[in-house]
């Protein structure tokens, strides 16, 4: 059973990541590309440092080339934005990208990419599970890996300098120069740590780098940037005195960061930052993105410089789509991802990560005093959240219990209540709270806002006293 969530298809090794699955995955997708009229295309193929991820792209690629599609195979672990950038710019139909994102290590998975580099969305992995349906595994072709090499099938290339020079083309290079800063950085084990050192090294930056091996374990730890796995890069940061820390998830798509006081940047916190920098010191105008589990201080931002924020569901490609019809300058969400226009119009935590050091660099400011400078002029939300693990049987019960009996806590105040991509209720007083299943792991995610982090909380722990978690 193949089944798309908000980032993918991702399964548990040697459970739902099989190789015939895999198999099955990619015939689905050359049957599509057929009626599409896309047959004999070229699809760019990529793995990051997962376990299994360059056998299972060898596997994907096998059955495209069988089915008289052209491979452009990225010959090394690479970041999925780098992925993102080749469909793009080689105006490729489709790309597909072996990761499991930030998921713990047994997982492992299967994004897939449109035309312009975009995220697939829900018409399109629809379309893939239907196909999938109508195929029987004894049906599958496929080539040998090197023998479609031979035949020129299977193209073999690391297309990592045109990406990196993108990068370097956008942002201020001189700045960051001769503002001579001092980074620590941690892939996390994962696959950013090539880009992200010669963006960075490029630019002159002094860097302490941690956790840059490979290991399909990572440390043992979720390969996540959140205050907890970051501890360690939190102790450089204080220890060697950087102006601020980053790390990049598993496949460097998303960012985390740590501040020049080793504490963690929230990235609601980055995302604010950012838009800001863009308008305020940029000059740029328009308006931004926000999923409905993302911080409204950026709404209040984008109202105190006269642009707009438009919320959508949870899933970047939902972020991406909003940006394409409304030009807008930057659109993210609160686990760290964040797409700026001008670039790809998915998640880059390397180009992020870029553009933060710009953003220091020309300012002269802290991550500290840029964001007071913030809360100075447009007050300050304080933001909480909470995630509980769910066995299957137990979100059925809930989804009964959420959306067909449509029960909830008796709040007071609310103002409206949205059920399109979980509950998420508005209060008078602009505060707000959501409760939805993660569409990627098997969790129920919380997550509060409102001007005082003990209101946010109290929201948190009225859910879960109801739901009885």
């Known amino acids: 059973m193949i089944k798309f969530g908000t980032g993918g298809w991702r399964a548990v090794i040697a459970d739902g990541f099989t190789k015939e699955n895999l198999r099955l995955l990619a015939a689905g997708i050359c049957r599509m590309l057929e009626q599409d009229g896309q047959s004999g295309a070229e699809i760019a193929v990529g793995y990051d440092r997962r376990f299994l991820a360059k056998e299972s792209a060898h596997w994907l690629a096998e059955v495209l080339t069988a089915n008289g599609f052209r491979v452009l195979m990225v010959n090394r672990s690479s970041p999925t934005p780098l992925l993102m950038y080749t469909v793009k710019t080689r105006n490729m139909p489709c790309g597909l990208m072996v990761t499991a994102s930030h998921n713990p290590a047994i997982y492992n998975g299967v994004k897939v990419f449109i035309a312009g580099g975009r995220d697939a969305d829900r018409t399109v992995t629809d379309r893939i599970e239907a196909e999938i349906s109508a195929i029987s595994p004894e049906d599958i072709r496929s080539i040998d890996y090197d023998s479609a090499l031979q035949q020129g099938l299977i193209r073999e290339e690391n297309p990592a300098n045109e990406y990196i020079d993108s990068i370097l083309d956008l942002i201020n290079t001189r700045a960051i120069r001769d503002a001579h800063l001092k980074i620590a950085l941690d892939p996390m084990y994962g696959v950013s740590q090539t880009s992200l050192r010669t963006i960075l090294a490029t630019c002159r930056c002094d860097l302490e780098v941690i956790h840059d091996r ?4 990572f440390g043992g730890k979720l390969p996540a940037p959140n205050a907890v796995t970051l501890s360690s890069l939190s102790y450089v940061v204080k220890d060697s005195r950087c102006n601020f820390g980053i790390a990049t998830d598993g496949d460097a798509d998303r960012l985390g960061v740590i501040d020049e006081k080793g504490g963690f940047l929230h990235p609601n916190h980055l995302l604010v930052l950012l838009y800001y920098y863009l308008v305020k010191i940029r000059g740029w105008e328009g308006p931004c993105v926000r999923n409905n589990s993302t911080t409204h201080m950026l709404d209040r931002v984008a109202e105190g410089l006269g642009q707009r924020c438009y919320e959508v569901p949870v899933g970047f490609k939902y972020v991406s789509a909003k940006m394409a019809e409304t030009g807008a300058i930057i659109g993210g969400e609160s686990s760290g991802g964040l797409s700026v226009r001008g670039h790809i119009s998915g998640k880059d935590g390397i180009y992020a990560a870029a553009l933060l050091a710009e953003m220091i660099a020309v300012t002269g400011k802290s991550i500290t005093e840029l964001y007071h400078e913030i809360t100075e002029q447009f007050g300050a939300l304080y933001y909480r959240e909470a995630d509980f693990r769910m066995t299957p049987e137990h979100k059925l019960a809930l989804q009964e219990l959420l959306f067909v009996r449509e029960q909830m806590p008796e709040f007071e105040q609310i103002e409206r209540i949205d059920r399109s991509d979980g509950v998420k209720l508005w209060f008078r007083d602009g ?21 005082g982090g003990e209101q946010a909380q109290h929201y948190i722990e009225t859910w879960r006293a109801f739901l009885d978690l």
């Open 214 to 217: 490979h290991d399909t374990l």
């Open 431 to 451: 505060s707000w709270v959501i409760c939805r299943f993660s569409g990627t792991e098997p969790l129920l995610r919380m997550a509060a806002e409102a001007a």
